[in-house]
């Protein structure tokens, strides 16, 4: 059986988490998860080339053959709305410059796929994370959200391919 790599970007201007896991089949392996930070006292500019560059390193690194992101949803802070999305951006660019293909999930689509519930507590998603990738180590609660990310886009990659199959 084929193995894919894939990497879960959980996107944020203050801290980026990242988690690799590889999949064959319906077997999952964790591999890699990770933080990557911005200074907060930098320029808008800056903070972005920071999570770019953190972001490219690690790309190089594990070189994983599929990524997906959590899509960004809608608060009521409009500014803050705003610089999650451009550092969104930053996390859907840097695995497209390296050749990826790069899908996006809701956030309630990644916490149904790894809790079984669309509005699961963040705790239940690091304690599925935990269940279904036992050797799990990770930094920050973004990187479990990554990971959780990853584990979304395992089960759900090549659906569209496998219904239009059935069609």
Known sequence: MHVIRIVGIDPGLRRTGWGIVES?????????????????????A???????DGLERMIAEFRPDEAAVEA???????????????????????????????????PNMVKKAVVGAGHG????????????????????????????IAICHAHHRGAGDRLKLLA
Not at 28 to 41: E, P, Q, R
Not at 126 to 147: G, I, N, T
Request: a positive charge; zero cysteines; charged letters at 20%.
């Open 72 to 106: 960004t949803f809608v608060n009521r802070d409009a500014g803050a709305t705003l610089k999650l999305g451009q550092a969104r951006g930053i996390a859907m660019l840097v695995p497209a410059r390296a050749g990826l293909a790069v899908a996006e999930y809701a």
């Open 121 to 148: 507590a963040k705790a239940q998603v690091k304690m599925m994370v935990s269940v279904l990738l036992p050797k799990a180590r990770y930094d920050s609660d973004d990187a479990a959200d990554a990971l959780a």
């Open 46 to 52: 800056e903070r972005l080339r920071q999570l770019h």
């Open 24 to 44: 064959s089949g319906s077997r999952l392996a964790f591999v890699a998860a990770g933080t990557v930070t911005s200074d907060g006292d930098a320029p808008l």
